[in-house]
């Protein structure tokens, strides 16, 4: 069965630098979840969308954004990249619209700012 | 005091024991996830519940509301099990849902 997708899975940027991550959910799912995970830390919430709209919002800097895009892909965005951005980014996607929480992570995307 | 927390943190076993993890939440939920997540990083979702319990082959899931509280247990244990296994719990605030991790079990399986 499909899988999340996330591209690129790994990525090197210098500070001050931007960066996309991409997030393909399942087919047909209908909810995509963004997490940032620092080394030897929990997973932190960010960001979330439903239909293309954000859902919800948690510890996404300002230096960040995101969208979903119409064939339900999103793009984490992420300017003026700091040291501390350094992470695993886990994209998840789940068919809320039919009440199936349970979220699929991604693979993730290792972040190193040097 | 963390919104959710787990127990043990760190936990090894031999090969073939049954294991118990841990976890408390403060907060009332939605819904409770069991993640697992191996050494290169790669998160699995192991299940969601909001009542009752789950089962999936070796894996059994339990949860408490009234208690707020779930376990993850592994019969016959297995060192391919040696992860670390994330208890998330969902809850909406102020009409926004919040996904808040715990800290992690280091569960370590030796042969």
């Known amino acids: 069965a499909a899988g999340v997708i996330q591209s690129p899975r790994h990525l090197i940027k210098e500070k001050r630098e931007t960066a996309t991550l991409k997030c393909y959910p399942i087919?047909?799912?209908?909810?995509v979840y963004w997490y940032q995970q620092g080394p030897g830390q929990d997973p932190q919430f960010l960001i979330s969308?439903?239909?293309?709209?954000?859902?919800d919002k948690g510890s996404i800097p300002d230096r960040f954004s995101a969208q979903q895009f119409s064939d339900y892909h999103s793009e984490l965005n992420m300017s003026s990249l700091e040291l501390g951005d350094s992470a695993l980014y886990f994209c998840?996607?789940?068919?809320?619209?039919?009440?199936?929480?349970?979220?699929?992570f991604g693979p993730g995307t290792r972040l190193l700012v040097l | 005091k963390n919104e959710v927390e787990q127990s043990p943190q760190n936990l090894t076993a031999q090969e073939g024991e049954f294991i118990t993890i841990n976890c408390s939440y403060s907060?009332?939920?939605?819904?409770l996830h069991w993640l697992q997540q191996h050494p290169g990083g790669g998160i699995v979702s192991l299940f969601m519940l909001s009542s009752g319990k789950k089962k999936h082959g070796r894996l059994i899931a339990t949860i408490n509301i009234q208690e707020k509280h779930s376990s993850l247990h592994i019969t016959a244990s297995h060192p391919r099990d040696s992860a670390v296994y994330i208890c998330?719990?969902?809850?909406?605030?102020?009409?926004?849902?919040?996904?808040?991790f715990g800290q992690g079990t280091r569960l370590t399986i030796n042969p």
């Open positions: 087919p047909r799912h209908d909810t």
């Open positions: 907060v009332g939920i939605s819904a």
């Open positions: 969308f439903y239909e293309k709209m954000q859902s």
């Open positions: 998840a996607s789940s068919l809320e619209g039919r009440g199936q929480e349970t979220q699929y």
């Open positions: 998330a719990v969902r809850f909406i605030i102020q009409g926004a849902q919040k996904l808040v």
